[in-house]
């Protein structure tokens, strides 16, 4: 009897959702349709193609019940990356995400993350992410009120690559490091190398040429580039990484439903899946073994007693972006200290 009234009531339930769905396209059909336009800076070769632009995309289409279709504009073919933000807030580009070391300095809350030695691994940072915007409302405020904020994510942190061991803090000094922003380049100093900043592009011609004795990236960047072809050896210390924002354009949200605006905010947590899982198929080469001991390739942990220090060196650049943070009127002492004890938390045990 149990049985047959659990069976009557998932059929219910069933009809039920199947009607409200119905019931939706039903009243779609009378909307207008939408075109969408969504910007990446990869192209479609790309290995994280799919999980950061097409499914993204197929999404929005479903969350809308088909009637927004979105168009896809490969390898900067509709605004260049350091133009995207810009493009979101007047409706050039309508929804996508934004690597915020592309805008500096048009994020500052979500720069904690880049701060150098502070991020532990992606999966921890992308809990202590969600946890500061739902304890801190500045951490969404900090964005531009002509886009509507769907997500943010951490991604992979990066380390030293190098073609010399480098075993330990003493072993850094004065050798020719390249790196790809002013806040790597200053935390590189800071640990006794000669730092210089370079774009990723360049990264491979100088390590082959000898130019530099090494490159800081992340793994996935360090793939998709072939670096694992002029540089062996790989010193794990995490000097820091990078966040990017699911954004839609305030002028095409407000064309949506509030159910279509609802669907798209549920999103929120595959979104940040799928940049991760887009890092991962980035690093696809390193995984199948190009970067192994049996090609001889090496990892390198430095000691405790190396760890702390560098950590010590850190310290103050995380307490310098504290104070700027306090200049500007936002939170900046309470984000950095709950977060410290965030991270410490989800990577206990």
């Not at 999966?123 to 405020?141: I, S």
Request: proline share 5%; charged share 20%.
């Amino acid at each position: 009897m149990k049985k047959r009234i659990i069976i009557g009531l998932l059929t219910i339930m069933f009809f039920c959702s199947g009607s409200s769905l119905l019931f939706a396209a039903e009243a779609n059909k009378d909307l207008p349709k939408l075109r969408l336009k969504m910007s990446a800076f990869f192209s479609k070769q790309s290995p994280a193609w799919d999980s950061m632009y097409e499914l993204p995309a197929k999404m929005i289409e479903q969350a809308t019940n088909g009637r927004a279709k979105v168009t896809i504009f490969p390898s900067n073919s509709l605004v260049p990356v350091k133009d995207l933000y810009r493009a979101l807030e007047t409706g050039i580009a309508d929804f996508g995400w934004i690597f915020a070391p592309a805008t500096p300095g048009a994020f500052p809350l979500s720069d904690i993350f880049s701060l150098p030695g502070f991020s532990a691994n992606q999966a921890t940072c992308n809990y202590v992410v969600n946890e500061l915007f739902n304890r801190f409302p500045e951490m969404k405020q900090q964005f531009s009120p002509k886009v509507v904020h769907i997500a943010t994510q951490v991604h992979m942190r990066s380390d030293l690559h190098s073609t010399v061991p480098i075993r330990s803090l003493a072993d850094l000094k004065g050798k020719v490091i390249a790196c790809q922003n002013d806040k790597t380049t200053k935390a590189m100093s800071l640990l006794g190398a000669s730092a210089t900043q370079m774009q990723i592009p360049d990264m491979y011609h100088a390590v082959e040429r000898g130019v530099v004795k090494g490159t800081v990236q992340a793994w996935g960047s360090y793939a998709v580039n072939h670096m694992y072809e002029v540089s062996q050896y790989h010193t794990l210390i995490g000097i820091g990484t990078g966040t990017s924002h699911w954004l839609m354009s305030k002028k095409t949200w407000d064309k949506l439903t509030p159910d279509e605006q609802t669907k798209i905010k549920l999103m929120a947590t595959n979104l940040q899946y799928l940049i991760a899982k887009g890092n991962v198929d980035m690093a696809k080469p390193i995984r199948d073994g190009k970067a192994s001991a049996e090609n001889g390739h090496e990892n390198i942990l430095w000691s405790d007693e190396d760890m702390k220090k560098m950590k010590s060196l850190f310290k103050p650049i995380w307490d310098e972006w504290a104070e700027d943070m306090e200049k500007k009127g936002l939170p900046g002492k309470a984000i950095l200290k709950e977060a410290i004890q965030l991270m410490k938390s989800y990577t206990a045990g």
